[in-house]
Each structure stands twice: as structure tokens, then as C-alpha cells.
T-cell receptor, first 112, second 113 residues
Framework: DQQVKQNSPSLSVQEGRISILNCDYTNSMFDYFLWYKKYPAEGPTFLISISSIKDKNEDGRFTVFLNKSAKHLSLHIVPSQPGDSAVYFCAASSSGTYKYIFGTGTRLKVLA | SQTIHQWPATLVQPVGSPLSLECTVEGTSNPNLYWYRQAAGRGLQLLFYSVGIGQISSEVPQNLSASRPQDRQFILSSKKLLLSDSGFYLC????????????FGSGTRLTVV
């Protein structure tokens, strides 16, 4: 039972354009969400987070949008750069638990 | 500052052999500790987590076990490895009392042959 889903396994975008990575969840108790970036043979690194009390959070080129009614969040990267090429994971947790549930990841390739 | 160490970076083990992967955290006390596995097409799967010494929660039934003998040490073990145990194993920590994201270690690539 996959509670956090990233239905696009891969995405290719031209340098300078916007990258949009999507994530859906099924558990309505989730109230905190994260995005991580992972390069091959390395541990994931934290990118950006959002609480369920917000619908948008921005950090430089990265913006995360949360649509609670649709149980959907998205990560926007603009402008995309070749160094953004990596696997991106979304993750969700609910208050009172000690763990995050991760999606299956989306491999982003930014073409120069 | 806090750092997390995970070793070895790569490991090739025969089927039926034992396993011990170690993770330690520095610069913090009473962290929450986690073991994840990244297998092909499966994303990051939570295997175990621990909120204190000797406290282990298992997320999925499997051939692995975890132990936390000290506050900042988390060990992943197996008595007899299976081919299906191959994968990329990640240790992570988060501050106690709240979840604001993990810091991951650099991972261990385990290949069971």
C-alpha cells in the first residue's frame, strides 16, 4: 500500500525552463511534507518542506505547492539547471509519528 | 554541528553470510534514528526506526534486524543474507521530539551474490 506516490518515474526539461515534479498521497493525516534530492551513490539531501497549514513555500529557485483537498503536492524548480539533474523524493509524515513515508522518486534530467 | 557516519560504503557478501552495517551520529543527544533501503523501483522504504536506546520499531517483515546499543549508534544486521537483501541502505537521524526532516548518511551499497 503506497501512501505516497510519484507517478512519473522520469522527467526531462531544457535548461532554463521550469521543472514540475508531482506527488500524491492517500493518508489525510499527513501534515508535513518534504522534498529531497538524491545523486547516485549518495544519501538524499533536504530541499524544502511545507506544513499543512500553508499552501506554498518558496526557497530560491524551489517552490513547493500543497493542495490538501486533492492530496497533492508539487515541486517547481525555475529556472532549471543541469546540476538539478537527480532523483527527487517527496516524503510525508503525520504529527505524533516519528517517521516519514517516501515516494518512489522521479528522475529529473535537465538538458543543456 | 551534527554529523552522521555510515560504513562501509560498499559491500559484496555471499548468500547466507551475516551482515552488520553501522551508523553513528555526532553532535546531538537522543536522536531518532532510521534505516531505509532503496531498491530498484521501490523508492526509499523505511525498515526500522528507534526513538531511544534499546527501542526498535520494525516497519516491514524481513530478513533483517536492528539494534541501538548506544544513544548515537544504530546497527543493521542479518544472520543469513538473501539475494533480495541487495540494495542501497541509508541511515538517517532527526532531532528528538519533533520531525522536521532527516539528515541522511552517505549510504551503503550492498550486493548479495
Amino acid at each position: 500500500d503506497q501512501q505516497v506516490k510519484q507517478n512519473s518515474p522520469s522527467l526531462s526539461v531544457q535548461e532554463g525552463r521550469i521543472s514540475i515534479l508531482n506527488c500524491d498521497y492517500t493518508n489525510s493525516m499527513f501534515d508535513y511534507f518534504l522534498w529531497y534530492k538524491k545523486y547516485p551513490a549518495e544519501g538524499p539531501t533536504f530541499l524544502i518542506s511545507i506544513s499543512s497549514i500553508k499552501d506554498k513555500n518558496e526557497d530560491g529557485r524551489f517552490t513547493v505547492f500543497l493542495n490538501k483537498s486533492a492530496k497533492h503536492l508539487s515541486l517547481h524548480i525555475v529556472p532549471s539547471q543541469p546540476g538539478d539533474s537527480a532523483v527527487y523524493f517527496c516524503a510525508a509524515s503525520s504529527s505524533g509519528t516519528y517517521k516519514y513515508i517516501f515516494g518512489t522518486g522521479t528522475r529529473l534530467k535537465v538538458l543543456a | 554541528s551534527q554529523t552522521i557516519h555510515q560504513w562501509p560504503a560498499t559491500l559484496v557478501q555471499p548468500v547466507g553470510s551475516p551482515l552488520s552495517l553501522e551508523c553513528t551520529v555526532e553532535g546531538t543527544s537522543n536522536p531518532n534514528l532510521y534505516w531505509y533501503r532503496q531498491a530498484a523501483g521501490r523508492g526509499l522504504q523505511l525498515l526500522f526506526y528507534s526513538v531511544g536506546i534499546g527501542q526498535i520499531s520494525s516497519e516491514v517483515p524481513q530478513n533483517l534486524s536492528a539494534s541501538r546499543p548506544q544513544d548515537r549508534q544504530f546497527i543493521l544486521s542479518s544472520k543469513k543474507l538473501l539475494l533480495s537483501d541487495s540494495g542501497f541502505y541509508l541511515c538517517a537521524w532527526s532531532p528528538t521530539g519533533g520531525l522536521r526532516g532527516y539528515t541522511f548518511g552517505s549510504g551503503t551499497r550492498l550486493t548479495v551474490v
